[in-house]
């Protein structure tokens, strides 16, 4: 076993990280916690039943292979690195993930032997349009790993403990309540952006709409009735929440079945 272990989120981001040539052993978050029921408590096994039937029902993995792709690499997490790696991005989708991460980690390990390091990019030089660490060589992610890498301290993991609580409760007016008076953000720097977007989620309009499901709508009303018009104006406006094919998928399908949108 390596002393230092880096938890990537997804498996797009691996190619690069692996052409970078970093020490370490890797683990890849494969979650989507930004949808779908949560609990409080992650790392109970009720909570990763929870996720595994919804998984299962709204993606079609079968729970064997949520729990080879997900559960299984979670043992790494007991193991005693001394330094452990978080690479997860700016959006709503990569910073729940990471709630999540640094929840167990407050929960499996002792804090104050593995140090905790966070890469968390919300820009890249010289790309303009950048999406994420998917997009990025070997050299770029060495970049990122020299240049943006922070410690996380005791109050970012208080923080975080914060944030998750209040996200899986799914109050709206308490989030922004929260959100407004945290005047430090730590090492959490793209926390508040994320939460803030995640809070136009949470709200609906007095046909029932939220934010997400208005976007697409109003993309839709524009002329454009495919997956493959919408999706890409979609993502044009809205990187912020980190949303794949599969979860803007479940938001059509809403406008579907109230016959708001008829995809051509």
Not at 84 to 89: Q, R, S, T
Not at 154 to 170: C, N, T
Not at 186 to 209: Q, T, W
Request: hydrophobic share 40%; glycine share 8%.
């Amino acid at each position: 076993m390596n002393s230092t272990l880096h938890i990537l989120n997804g498996d797009a981001t691996l190619p690069g990280f692996t052409d970078a040539g970093l020490d370490g052993d890797i683990m890849i978050w494969r979650e989507v916690l930004s949808e779908g029921p949560l609990k409080q408590n992650i790392a109970s096994a009720e909570f990763w039943q929870l996720r595994s039937g919804w998984i299962s029902r709204t993606y079609g993995e079968t729970p064997d292979g949520y729990h080879h792709n997900m559960i299984v690499p979670l043992e790494k997490l007991s193991e005693p690195y001394e330094e452990i790696n978080l690479w997860f991005e700016f959006d709503l989708h990569c910073q729940v993930n990471l709630l999540g991460a640094m929840m167990l980690l407050n929960q499996q390990t002792n804090l104050s032997a593995p140090q905790v390091y966070l890469i968390s990019p919300a820009e890249y030089p010289d790309k303009p349009d950048f999406m994420g660490m998917g997009e990025l060589n070997g050299e770029e992610m060495d970049y990122l790993f020299d240049n943006i890498r922070v410690h996380l301290s005791e109050y970012d993991f208080v923080l975080a403990a914060e944030a998750w609580q209040l996200y899986v409760e799914g109050d709206a007016a308490k989030l922004k309540t929260w959100l407004a008076e945290t005047t430090f953000w730590g090492n959490m720097h793209n926390l508040k952006p994320a939460l803030e977007a995640h809070v136009k989620r949470l709200e609906v309009d007095s046909d029932g709409l939220n934010y997400i499901h208005q976007i697409l709508l109003h993309i839709y009303q524009s002329g454009n009735h495919t997956k493959s018009t919408i999706y890409p104006q979609f993502w044009k406006t809205e990187k912020i929440y980190g949303m794949g094919d599969s979860q803007l998928d479940g938001y059509l399908q809403t406008l579907t079945e109230r016959n708001l949108v008829k995809l051509q």
